[in-house]
T-cell receptor
């Protein structure tokens, strides 16, 4: 079983839709949970990070962590064409402060 | 300045060539990283430098040779590469480097735009 599982999609939605992106993980030692956005031919940029179960909101983005189910989600409200990108979940274990374990990434297209 | 820059943006090289990738940051970060990313795959960690010393080598072939001349600069020297080494090479930096187990604290990595390498 891979440490982090993420559905690679692709996911195509109309503008204004609510998007839900998800990852599951297997190692309960994982402690920090991140979502990166990567535009085509660019480096990943950090969207959000969280370390506790529950929701964290930043504008149109909400990161959700359920440690009991080992499940993390990213919700995008009122999606825009500019949100079209690959979204990567990434997790760091409690025993490391540098080793990012990435999901495969989900390719999202928001159609105008 | 909250940016990591990488040069060149694109590089095409033959299997017998020697070339170098360059990465620079001016955020005062003391850790710098090289990642390799194949198409439709997540980034894979190659090397970590902490305080200008190589601290992590993820069993990378010796045809990739990293160098950290100072705290702001990171190079990746390439020699005798194979076509399967074609990928996007990403540099990242963070405030601190690998810590001891149990001394973990959140340590954001800032990524550069990458160098797209093609080996013919």
């Amino acid at each position: 079983q891979k440490e982090v599982e993420q559905d690679p999609g692709p996911l195509s939605v109309p503008e204004g839709a609510i998007v839900s992106l998800n990852c599951t993980y297997s190692n309960s030692a994982f402690q920090y949970f991140m979502w990166y956005r990567q535009y085509s031919r660019k480096g990943p940029e950090l969207l959000m990070y969280t370390y506790s179960s529950g929701n964290k909101e930043d504008g149109r983005f909400t990161a959700q962590v359920d440690k009991s189910s080992k499940y993390i989600s990213l919700f995008i409200r009122d999606s825009q064409p500019s949100d079209s990108a690959t979204y990567l979940c990434a997790i760091i274990s409690g025993g490391s402060n540098y080793k990012l374990t990435f999901g495969k990434g989900t390719l999202l297209t928001v159609n105008p | 300045d909250t940016e990591v820059t990488q040069t060149p943006k694109h590089l095409v090289m033959g299997m017998t060539n020697k070339k170098s990738l360059k990465c620079e940051q001016h955020m005062g970060h003391r850790a710098m990283y090289w990642y390799k990313q194949k198409a439709k795959k997540p980034p894979e960690l190659m090397f970590v430098y902490s305080y200008e010393k190589l601290s992590i080598n993820e069993s990378v072939p010796s045809r990739f040779s990293p160098e950290c001349p100072n705290s702001s600069l990171l190079n990746l020297h390439l020699h005798a590469l194979q076509p399967e080494d074609s990928a996007l090479y990403l540099c990242a930096s963070s405030q601190v480097g690998p810590g001891l187990a149990g001394t973990y604290s959140y340590n954001e990595q800032f990524f550069g735009p990458g160098t797209r390498l093609t080996v013919l």
